[in-house]
């Protein structure tokens, strides 16, 4: 479900004006995070550590109010809830986009993930997804340790959908690290939002689901 956001009464009304006069309205940061919790979590419950800290992402996207904000037709909507077009890597080094709906329980999430990446992965080609709107792009890069990272953009094509990516996890001081690239549509928010999410999703990294596996 979506509701229409009145751009007149809006607080970003000129801030949505200005920046979507933009050929590229969006800006990205590429931040470190502290995985150690979650991935022990994920060894402890041997499920996979990649979906438990994407469902965390998306913990974190839904709580934060813009990132479910998308433009369609000049006009800014607001999104119950927002799932994830994630690119799966297949054994042959291809890979194909899958599409993965947001639940509040990792246990439903991972059931639904998991066909999903069964589905790409015995398949070939890109399988472009059809997911609509109210979506963010991921994509995992877990054999490079990026510092910045930028992406393929078609500018004739209105695009409001924040891209966050993965790289890869190394060991620092006894922790275990991951970079995260952000990138979102300047139009729909701006950096504050950004360190709303990155703080969220952090804390959430740092926290064990402990009524995720009863």
């Not at 809006?10 to 933009?22: E, Q």
């Not at 550590?49 to 839904?62: D, E, G, I, P, Q």
């Not at 994630?86 to 054994?91: E, L, V």
């Not at 910045?148 to 953009?153: I, N």
């Amino acid at each position: 479900m979506k509701e229409k956001i009145d751009i007149n009464t809006w607080i970003r009304k000129d801030h949505f004006k200005f920046f979507s006069a933009f050929e590229e309205p969006f800006f990205g940061v590429t931040v470190e995070v502290d995985c150690t919790a979650t991935y022990e979590e994920a060894k402890e419950h041997n499920v996979s550590f990649f979906l438990l800290y994407l469902h965390k992402s998306l913990v974190a996207a839904n709580q934060i109010e813009p990132f479910r904000y998308r433009i369609i037709d000049g006009e800014v909507w607001k999104y119950s809830s927002v799932n994830a077009a994630a690119t799966i890597n297949r054994p042959n080094g291809t890979f194909g986009f899958g599409y993965m709906d947001f639940y509040n329980d990792f246990e439903d999430f991972r059931t639904a993930a998991n066909k999903e990446i069964d589905k790409v992965q015995t398949s070939t080609g890109l399988i472009p997804s059809l997911s609509g709107e109210n979506v963010i792009h991921y994509s995992a890069l877990p054999w490079l340790n990026f510092t910045s990272l930028s992406h393929a953009r078609n500018y004739a094509y209105q695009d409001s959908c924040p891209k966050i990516s993965f790289g890869k996890l190394r060991d620092e001081n006894e922790r275990k690290i991951m970079s995260v690239s952000i990138h979102v549509n300047h139009a729909l928010m701006d950096g504050f939002n950004v360190a709303q999410f990155v703080d969220r999703y952090q804390e959430l990294l740092s926290n064990k689901e402990v009524n995720a596996y009863v």
